[in-house]
């Protein structure tokens, strides 16, 4: 795979999306439009990705971008990965744009698509790959290519984004010596260790209120209730957290714990069940 092809996935990727929401939903229209917008005028960050959905079916593209980056800066990842999409879409697609503005939006684009990247975004974890292994905007990094790649490739098959990152990891792989695939594998365990290579910030100060209250169910079929709110493995959910709606993704279920990603927060964050609520 060359470097043309690997730069066609930032067009791919947001092709994905907006031929799903061109004809997989239609548009909002009465009482449902106006719930939603609403909803997204009082701050929700879920409904403003649902109105940023129905401007693209609209074809408002304008007002997509304005309702995505609502939804973004409150950490809804979906909101994220498609705006980091559009955004490096738009540096492809643009003629006559200024290399200064070009990049600027690129750089922006990146930063959206590694929130998503670190929320479990498929689709975006391949687009990074594919940012990385192009240089695009950023330094040519082989390492972080295989990384994302590896990552977005380890999701379903049908899920968007998969075989991209698949054919980007493998890209990568043949440009690689044994030491740095070596290398690539360990960020990868890194990842899923939750173990940052990097320092990372300190995680916000209202994280410690989202809680961990009980575990059922048998050990294939286990239930967890963070803040009065049931998941199952695999869930997504909206909590209401420091009068903020925060995007919880429920992604492993133990005895004692679960392994959650916060929109919000860079990594996966263990809630452990306080020992007063464990039932002997």
């Given at each position: 795979m060359?470097?043309k092809?690997?730069r066609r996935?930032?067009?791919?990727?947001?092709?994905?999306?907006f031929g799903c929401l061109l004809s997989?939903?239609a548009?909002?229209?009465?009482?449902?439009l106006a719930a939603?917008?609403a909803?997204?005028?009082?701050?929700?960050?879920a409904a403003?990705d649902?109105l940023?959905?129905?401007?693209?079916?609209?074809?408002?593209?304008?007002?997509a971008?304005?309702?995505?980056?609502?939804?973004?800066?409150q950490?809804?990842?979906?909101?994220?990965a498609t705006?980091?999409?559009?955004?490096?879409?738009?540096?492809?697609?643009?003629?006559?744009?200024?290399?200064?503005?070009?990049?600027?939006?690129?750089?922006?684009a990146?930063?959206?698509?590694t929130l998503?990247?670190?929320g479990?975004?498929?689709?975006a974890?391949?687009?990074?790959?594919g940012?990385?292994?192009?240089?695009q905007?950023?330094k040519?990094?082989?390492l972080?290519?295989?990384?994302?790649?590896?990552?977005?490739?380890?999701?379903p098959p049908?899920?968007?984004?998969?075989?991209?990152g698949?054919?980007?990891?493998?890209?990568?792989?043949?440009?690689m010596?044994?030491?740095e695939?070596s290398m690539a594998k360990q960020?990868v365990?890194?990842?899923?260790?939750?173990?940052p290579?990097?320092r990372?910030?300190p995680?916000?100060?209202?994280?410690?209120q989202?809680k961990l209250t009980?575990?059922?169910?048998?050990?294939?079929a286990?239930?967890?209730?963070i803040?009065?709110q049931t998941?199952?493995?695999?869930?997504?959910?909206?909590?209401?957290?420091a009068?903020m709606?925060v995007?919880?993704?429920c992604?492993?279920?133990?005895d004692?714990?679960?392994?959650?990603?916060?929109?919000g927060?860079?990594?996966?964050r263990?809630l452990?069940?306080?020992?007063d609520t464990?039932?002997?």
């Amino acid at each position: 795979m060359n470097g043309k092809t690997i730069r066609r996935y930032a067009l791919l990727g947001w092709a994905l999306i907006f031929g799903c929401l061109l004809s997989c939903q239609a548009q909002l229209s009465g009482s449902a439009l106006a719930a939603v917008k609403a909803a997204a005028d009082a701050g929700d960050p879920a409904a403003q990705d649902k109105l940023a959905g129905d401007c693209i079916r609209r074809r408002n593209f304008l007002a997509a971008e304005l309702w995505y980056r609502k939804a973004a800066t409150q950490g809804f990842v979906h909101a994220q990965a498609t705006l980091g999409e559009m955004l490096l879409a738009h540096t492809g697609l643009s003629t006559g744009q200024r290399p200064q503005a070009a990049e600027a939006i690129g750089l922006e684009a990146i930063k959206w698509l590694t929130l998503a990247a670190n929320g479990s975004n498929t689709l975006a974890q391949a687009e990074l790959a594919g940012v990385y292994f192009n240089g695009q905007f950023v330094k040519p990094d082989l390492l972080e290519a295989y990384k994302w790649g590896d990552i977005a490739s380890k999701s379903p098959p049908s899920t968007p984004g998969s075989d991209a990152g698949r054919s980007v990891r493998d890209a990568a792989s043949m440009k690689m010596s044994f030491d740095e695939i070596s290398m690539a594998k360990q960020r990868v365990a890194t990842y899923y260790s939750h173990i940052p290579f990097i320092r990372e910030p300190p995680e916000p100060s209202w994280v410690a209120q989202i809680k961990l209250t009980g575990v059922s169910g048998p050990v294939n079929a286990r239930l967890a209730i963070i803040n009065n709110q049931t998941f199952g493995v695999g869930d997504f959910g909206i909590l209401k957290v420091a009068g903020m709606a925060v995007q919880v993704h429920c992604l492993v279920i133990h005895d004692k714990s679960v392994l959650v990603n916060i929109a919000g927060v860079n990594r996966a964050r263990m809630l452990m069940l306080a020992d007063d609520t464990i039932k002997k």
